[in-house]
């Protein structure tokens, strides 16, 4: 948990992923397919999951942990060129309280046999935030799901 007032951080996270760009992006774009990765678990339970996916369009997913509290992310989509990156713009809140604002970009590359994918986030970590290393935890948990969905 942080105690500073802000701390900064930016983290990159790099995945080879055995599908076509067209394929990556699918599972991005489409809210059934990306609910599949990234709000479903088995750790919480999803309060509510809607998504917009258009420039300025947003996301907005809200969990239970097991233990009772409330987690909230709220996306706006900032850049979409299909099929190569998405952008966007989100913050994260645990029960009241907001603990992080962030921009992040995920581009596909086309690579033999499939999609690189890059994920870059630059976030700030307010008082009570989970931290850099626990969002670069997650997000590499999330991607790794992503794998798992695209293959099966």
Do not use: C
């Not at 709000?39 to 258009?54: T, V």
């Not at 233990?67 to 994260?92: C, H, K, L, P, S």
């Amino acid at each position: 948990m942080s105690k500073e007032p802000v701390m900064h951080s930016t983290f990159v996270i790099e995945r080879h992923y055995p599908k076509t760009p067209q394929q990556v992006f699918a599972a991005f774009s489409d809210p059934a397919r990306k609910r599949r990765w990234f709000a479903e678990g088995e750790n919480f339970e999803i309060e509510e999951f809607r998504m917009d996916f258009r420039v300025g369009g947003s996301e907005y997913a809200r969990f239970r942990g097991k233990n009772g509290m409330t987690f909230v992310n709220n996306t706006v989509y900032q850049d979409i060129v299909e099929d190569r990156r998405v952008v966007i713009a989100y913050t994260m809140g645990a029960g009241e309280q907001r603990i992080s604002a962030s921009l992040a970009t995920f581009e596909f590359r086309a690579a033999a046999q499939g999609t690189d994918l890059v994920f870059t986030e630059q976030a700030a970590f307010f008082e009570g935030a989970d931290g850099p290393k626990m969002r670069q935890e997650g997000w590499t948990q999330l991607l790794n799901r992503l794998g798992e969905r695209l293959s099966g």
